[in-house]
């Protein structure tokens, strides 16, 4: 596959982690463009001899870069709309607590005659820059990975791993997990026994789990 074709192929999984950062202030534009740095700078790194998958190296290295996005830009930029938004829930958070009370998301939004989307990004966008990062981690931005964003991560570096096994190999690990068929099903599907099913299977299960880990 050709350089520009698998870039291309990949630009999910930048999107998939560009989300990670919407509301944070910073366009989502400029998210996916600094995503789209990280994965050139990593096919152009990635090195095929240590046994890695792809995407297993790309991940930190395109969020590296919209890291530096928001470390380059000081403050976090917003629209005026946004700020103008931020600062009426700032206010009627402010208001609600008066009353003894924390209010969720859906209270804002109630309060403010706005949806629950808008509530949330005002929120999000109010919300310091180095709130992004835990307090220990040494100003280095690290957003939690939502568990339905980890898992969508996951499976495209799985995929991205299943790609790279030989013919016969792949087809042992889609018989047996994508179609749910019994090894000795696969055995007689692939021209093999079931102890050579079994023992092939253990073998590839063990080389993934030491790409994806």
Do not use: W
Not at 116 to 144: F, H, K, R
Not at 166 to 194: C, H, P, V, W
């Amino acid at each position: 596959m050709e350089r520009d074709e698998f870039i291309a192929a990949n630009l999910p999984l930048v999107h998939k982690l560009a989300n990670r950062f919407k509301g944070r202030g910073v366009d989502y534009d400029e998210l996916f463009s600094a995503g789209s740095l990280g994965l050139v700078k990593a096919y152009d790194n990635f090195d095929q001899t240590r046994g890695l998958c792809f995407s297993t190296y790309a991940v930190p290295v395109i969020l590296g870069e919209i890291k530096r996005l928001f470390r380059d830009g000081g403050t976090v930029k917003m629209s005026r709309s946004l700020k103008e938004m931020s600062l009426k829930v700032t206010r009627a958070r402010e208001e609600m607590l008066k009353k003894g009370k924390e209010p969720t998301i859906s209270e804002l939004a109630e309060y403010l005659g706005i949806s629950s989307e808008d509530a949330a990004e005002a929120v999000q966008a109010s919300t310091p820059p180095m709130s992004l990062s835990e307090p220990e981690s040494g100003g280095e931005l690290d957003v939690p990975v939502d568990g339905a964003e980890s898992s969508i991560i996951d499976r495209l570096a799985l995929r991205q791993c299943l790609s790279k096994l030989e013919k016969n190999d792949r087809a042992l690990i889609t018989l047996r997990y994508f179609r749910n068929k019994t090894q000795t099903e696969t055995a007689q599907l692939l021209g093999m026994s079931q102890v050579q099913v079994s023992r092939k299977e253990r073998k590839i299960l063990e080389d993934l789990r030491l790409q994806l880990t």
